[in-house]
């Protein structure tokens, strides 16, 4: 019985179909604790200085069209956050009168609602 | 030592070989970087590869719900196949007569392309009720011909006093197929796995035709239906079409060496 066991579990299906299903528990795991829709990232001007009172756009990229889903505004610190989004090809614009813009950037998520904690800050440049 | 030196022929496989990958490696590295077939110049391994495509046609169209369908479908015509084709089979191997009439119908019946009979198979289909249902898209693959004759010849490389000895025992003809050729007959039945799962899983006219409601739906037509929702889309299209192609790669990767034993089944004798 234990003989038959072990061949079973080193059979060549097993191994293969096994580890599939192993990574895909492990996957889905990761995604069940990173979906929360977090998006946190700090505005910064030309010279590295924190902006506050910018606004930051979250828009939704699908396969067809480009659509704004959320606005927020940066903290004194100049740090923004966004909470609960189901999305997973995102753009992030900011701009703020009289310091300037940032073009929409895109981010790509490989799962709907991934947690995004951007290490670079968005940078006001262009200030038309 | 051989007479001959064999590495010319060995370059000459890997060449080939290599030759033969080049389309599957193009797929793969459009999935990877969506990069344009007439990006010049072009290269093998690709530029700034990513994963992105594949979430892509994840979201874009309910992909989930497609592959449990195909799966389903397949299953069904995997298990049927088996079922039918080692019955037929069995019964080619014995004495009947117009046996000869018989094979010979079969034959002829495999010249005739599935396309020829697809109306009368719809009405048949229409008749039992089964349109739009997993059965309905099963139902003209459930046996094929090709996979009857592979259980055929395995079946009759098994020795004749067995299946006498068995009968002596007092077995029916039932169980001498279920408990004595079948368990000696694994490599046509990973022949009939992997035949009846590839046919099931890239068939494309049948489901169009009988399936009304989306959710029906299998892979090869959520492709055409993603062709149809979404335009400039290089990348995702070939990531759709690995998705597609995999599960049918790694069936026929785990199971080739029974496949290629079960397909040489009779081809020599003694």
């Known amino acids: 019985m234990k003989e ?19 990574l895909a528990a ?36 699908s396969l067809l069209v480009t659509a704004s889903r959320a606005k927020t505004t940066t903290n004194t610190d100049g740090t923004f956050r966004f909470t609960g989004h189901h999305l997973y090809h995102i753009y992030l614009e900011t701009y703020k009168e009289g310091v300037g813009r940032m073009p929409s950037k895109e981010f790509r998520l490989y799962f709907k609602g991934q947690n995004l904690f951007l290490k670079k800050p968005l940078v006001l440049a262009d200030s038309r | 030592m051989p007479k001959h030196p064999r590495w010319p022929i060995h370059l000459i496989l890997i060449f080939v070989s290599a030759l033969m990958l080049i389309p599957f ?8 970087s969506g990069e344009n077939i007439f990006a010049y110049p072009p290269s093998i391994f690709p530029r700034n590869p990513h994963l992105f495509y594949y979430v892509d046609v994840w979201y874009a169209i309910p992909f989930f719900r497609y592959l449990v369908n195909s799966v389903i479908v397949s299953a069904v015509v995997v298990l049927a196949n088996i079922f039918f084709n080692s019955m037929a089979g069995y019964a080619l191997t014995r004495d009947f007569p117009a046996k000869k009439t018989m094979i010979l119908l079969f034959l002829s019946c495999m010249m005739i392309p599935f396309q020829v009979t697809i109306i009368p198979a719809y009405l048949i289909t229409k008749k039992l009720a089964l349109l739009n249902s997993y059965l309905g898209m099963a139902l003209p693959v459930c046996s094929t011909i090709i996979c009857i004759f592979v259980f055929k010849a395995s079946f009759e490389a098994i020795p004749k006093s067995l ?20 368990p000696l007959s694994k490599s046509a039945i990973a022949t009939n796995v992997i035949l009846a799962f590839i046919w099931s899983w ?30 400039d889309t290089t990348g995702a299209l070939y990531a759709f079409c690995i998705m597609v ?3 049918g790669l790694i069936l026929f990767l785990l199971a080739q060496k029974e496949f290629i034993a079960g397909l040489t089944t009779g081809a020599a004798k003694g």
Do not use: C, H
């Open chain 2, 202 to 231: 890239n068939n494309f006219l049948w489901p169009l035709i009988i399936i009304r409601d989306q959710e029906m739906q299998t892979l090869p037509l959520g492709l055409s239906r993603f062709l149809t929702v979404v335009e």
């Open chain 1, 4 to 22: 038959r066991f072990r061949s079973w579990l080193s059979n060549r299906y097993t191994i293969t179909l096994g580890s599939m299903a192993l």
């Open chain 2, 245 to 247: 192609l995999l599960p």
């Open chain 2, 25 to 32: 490696i193009w797929v793969l590295k459009t999935s990877l």
């Open chain 1, 26 to 61: 492990l996957w889905n795991i990761y995604v069940a604790m990173n979906n929360d829709g977090i998006i946190t990232g700090r505005v910064v001007d030309r010279n590295d200085q924190p902006v506050s009172g910018a606004i930051v756009v979250l828009s939704e990229k």
């Open chain 2, 163 to 182: 299946i006498d000895a068995a009968r002596i025992d007092g077995l029916s003809e039932w169980k001498i197929v279920w408990r004595i050729l079948l």
